[in-house]
């Protein structure tokens, strides 16, 4: 009994992170019906930059966390310019979108290969003091509610900011569909960039607390984690930022009881893909994603 | 015999009904025109009509065969062809190259003799390449048969349009606003070619709002408002129908 | 021919790569000519390499049949996910294949059959540089042959619009599981001449960034022309080495370099370095052989 609490709890944890990830993925491909392949590479560099802000320039963890993630935002304005704007136009702009984001991707890999070196590395002893706290048999440190809370209240502020405010309606109109909010005075390309602030700021984020957790970071920790975001936003809905938290959480709780169960690793991302590939057969529009897709 | 029954087609869409018990007859070797206000459902007509969407409840049935639950494909190959409202040409592809692509079911191109580059395959592609560009000309596009579909004009692609329909061979062409944006020469031009056609035995339904241009080329006319066909006749017995002036022109309530 | 000989013992092991990775954009272009964004091919290559493998290592059979067992393999498992799958559109049939991808690399890393993390070693090397060639010149000729057959008509048309190809005839499910099984099994074959080549074989050899790297020699070269996705896999493998050649060698600047050129393609030669010479070749040329 215990120890499937702590494996719900570490499932929550890792799910967490997984739909602050996602939210990320799902906010630019509701908005613009495109999948942004690059936003594993924002994820990765905004770890490392981090890193490097903490070893380097002596910053806080708490100084750096928000400075990194507004400098990966930054990025994510660099992408929106350079490889999604100028093909809006085109009538294979999902396709080209695509390809254009797989060759951000490369040159953001690469930047963060030649930058930050091959070897993995870690943040510095004492960057975050950890404590650790045992209820009734149950093991929680201080870092993993840490983590959960950031990435909770990143979420939720969000998810207000996407509802409540007027800036947060736009978004939703030129997602809806782009030649009415142009219509109502909308300035689309102004969303469409605020847009991919936010996802890429929420994706170096997510990068920053995956790195703090397990503390191993490398140019290429990305990659694990792309797959595993696509298939949350598939699980969760295209499109649904709610589906994204929820579909992180279930996908994370998914991986820990996978390994719980089989008593090995092994399983794990068999089953988590064999998952999305029947849900893709089955009901592609996810668990709580919008069925059609957006006019032009 | 070539005639195309429509019976009492309904189609809804969520809560909104569409088409409303629907019933025509279409005459072969006619030019059968469907007119109505905008929103009418004509379109959504020719979309089920192609196989494109099933209707709700109703029997259609052409050459005496009953198109229920046909596939599009299937449609076009008892003989129906169409065109599109919006105009969906293969924009990547030349003038040519769409019609030859259009000929899908009137080719054989074999792969075996194609890969033993065997004589008969070359004769094929020159019967194909002849057959396309006399079809082309047909529409008064074979000077432009090497041009890219998308640098035409408007109303020079709703005729390369026809033309890739009539490379199907049909007997049965439905034509979604053929003459939609075209100047009067140009629409005049169309008319022609498509009473050529009727005199060949072509049997045509075309959607229209051009009225002159489908009052002096059909010989029937239905008139759909609302989803619900308000009549169905000669060109004279329809401009004299009250109720479609009415339709037109908004007097009344319209139907519950 | 001192220098020939001279050159392919340095550039030997380059020359079967591009013949290789030319092989398998090629496998990917039937599907993208039709407009389908599948990105399976990596595991289908990867399903015929190891069966293939286990074929020639484990019940000691010919290279040929091995190789053909491969490939047939690579077939059937796209037959029978292909109904399901390609109904979905788009993006969602790019993750669909994706997620199949990784399964089998999963699979792979898991089962003692194939080796596991390690792969499938002591494969006999039964390929050679005339063999991978020899393959690709003939699946050049039977992909350029099918591109202007009815099936390749019908997969243009489908890429181009599928509502309207359908309206003329073409039956677009068929024709998609067709170009899918196609290019499956032409993979399968790519991945069983690999298997064959270096002894070994591992998952790592097909796994989501070989599928990407597919999906960039047919978007780098060129979609629309057989020859496009060859020249997209000569032009990126070959490019490491010729960086390297002018005393470019770190790691990070050619694949900096790799991914700039695909966003250079992308946004300004979205038709692929194929269409710098396509267009010179006259339009009633190309109309008229059909």
Known sequence: MNLLLQQLINGLFIGSVYGLFAVGYTLVFGVLDMLNLAHAAIFTLGGLIALWLVENAGFSIWLAFPLTTVVAGVLGLLLNQVAFAPLRKRSDSQFSGLISSIAMAIIFEAAALGLFGARSVRFPVGTVAVHAWQIGGITITSLQVGIVCVAALLMVILTLFIGRTRTGKAIRAVGESERTATVLGINVNGIIAFTFFVSSALGGAAGILFGLYFNNLTPDMGRSIELKGLAVIILGGMGSIPGAILGGLAFGLSEVLTVAISGTSNLRDAVAFGVLFAILLIRPSGLLGRGKTREA | MNRLLVEKISRSFGGVQALDDVSFVVEPGTIHGLIGPNGAGKTTLINILSGLLPPSAGRMSYKDRDLHRLAVHQMAAIGIARTFQNIRLFPRMSCLENVQAGQHLTSRRSLVPRLLQLPSARHEDRRLYKKAMETLARVGLDDKAHYQSRNLSYGERRRLEIARALSLNPSLLLLDEPVAGMRQGEAAVVADLLRSLCREGMTILLIEHNMSFVMSLCSCVTVLNFGRVITTGSPTDVRACREVVEAYLGAGEPHA | MDYLLQFYAIYGSVINFIGINALLGLSLNVTLAAGMLSLGNAAF???????????????????????????????????????????????????????FGEVVRLAAVNLNITGGAEGLTGIPQATTTWTIYLVLAGAAYFIAVLRRSRLGWGLMSMREDETAAGSLGIHITYYKVVAFVVGAMLAGLAGGLYAHLNYLITPRDFGFFIAVDLLTYNIVGGIGVWYGPILGAATLTALPEVLRGVGVTAGPIRMGINGLILLLVILFLPNGLASLFSGKRSAAVKAATG
């Not at chain 3, 069966?51 to 053909?68: C, E, N, Q, R």
């Open chain 3, 45 to 99: 290559a990867g399903l015929g390499g190891y069966t293939a493998g286990i074929l020639s290592l484990h019940y000691k059979l010919p290279y040929a049949v091995s190789l053909a067992g491969g490939a047939c393999t690579a077939g059937i498992v796209a037959l029978i996910i292909g109904l399901p799958v390609l109904r979905l559109r788009g993006v969602f049939l790019a993750m669909a294949t994706l997620a």
